[in-house]
Antibody, heavy 116, light 108 residues
Framework: VQLVEAGGGVVRPGGPLRLSCAAS????????MSWVRQGQGKGLEWVSG????????GYADSVKGRFTISRDNANNSLYLQMNSLTAEDTALYHC??????????WGRGTMVIVSS | EIVLTQSPDFQSVTPKERVTITCRAS??????LHWYQQKPDQSPKLLIK???QSISGVPSRFSGSGSGTDFTLTINSLEAEDAAVYYC??????????FGQGTRLDIK
């Protein structure tokens, strides 16, 4: 039972990046999913969530209009398309099982660094 | 946005002590409040869900209580391995999801 993130890296301010999360060991489309980020030495910040079907989504105010969450239940995958990135988006991004409930499972995260 | 305020920010305690961490919500969130433990270089781990529901595999010394705006995480008979940062998190369906700022627990 695990969540494995990929797609992080160094990107220039204003640039895009797409994160992915591969889920295994559980019935993916039984669960809502979220992305939660953590800056170096900082606390946890919920970024975005999506319900089991993909029809319902939510975003933190800090990323609304710039980030888009999606999922592919056929391939047990979660995505986060990030556009117009700024230095404030630099963080470790965790894929998390859960949305409008407790976050029961966390991936190890993928690092995003926004720097010129 | 619902703001979650944890207290204290930091606490240094000795083994076998009883520890209480509080989380206050700026609005009524019912029991949509969850607690996590994060050790250095690890991902957060769910300890308690919906204010007081225990999680399989979590030691019984961890318990939660509260509803509405005031919540408590209690650790009975603290052990050295409990050194970590603890976060509360609200999942109210009406508003954006938020976390508390975290409480760092050091073991003397």
């Amino acid at each position: 039972v695990q969540l494995v993130e990929a797609g992080g890296g160094v990107v220039r301010p204003g640039g895009p990046l797409r994160l992915s999360c591969a889920a295994s060991g559980f019935t993916f489309d039984d669960y809502g999913m979220s992305w939660v980020r953590q800056g170096q030495g900082k606390g946890l910040e919920w970024v975005s969530g999506i319900d089991w079907s993909g029809a319902g989504t939510g975003y933190a105010d800090s990323v609304k209009g710039r980030f888009t969450i999606s999922r592919d239940n056929a391939n047990n995958s979660l995505y986060l398309q990030m556009n117009s990135l700024t230095a404030e988006d630099t963080a470790l991004y965790h894929c998390v099982r859960g949305y409008r409930d407790a976050f029961e499972m966390w991936g190890r995260g993928t690092m995003v660094i926004v720097s010129s | 946005e619902i703001v979650l305020t944890q207290s204290p920010d930091f606490q240094s305690v000795t083994p076998k002590e009883r520890v209480t961490i509080t989380c206050r919500a700026s609005q009524n969130i019912g029991t949509n409040l969850h607690w996590y433990q994060q050790k250095p270089d690890q991902s957060p781990k769910l300890l308690i869900k919906f204010a007081s529901q225990s999680i399989s595999g979590v030691p019984s010394r961890f318990s939660g209580s509260g509803s509405g705006t005031d919540f408590t995480l209690t650790i009975n008979s603290l052990e050295a391995e409990d050194a970590a940062v603890y976060y509360c998190h609200q999942s109210s369906t009406l508003v954006s999801i938020t976390f508390g700022q975290g409480t760092r627990l050091d073991i003397k």
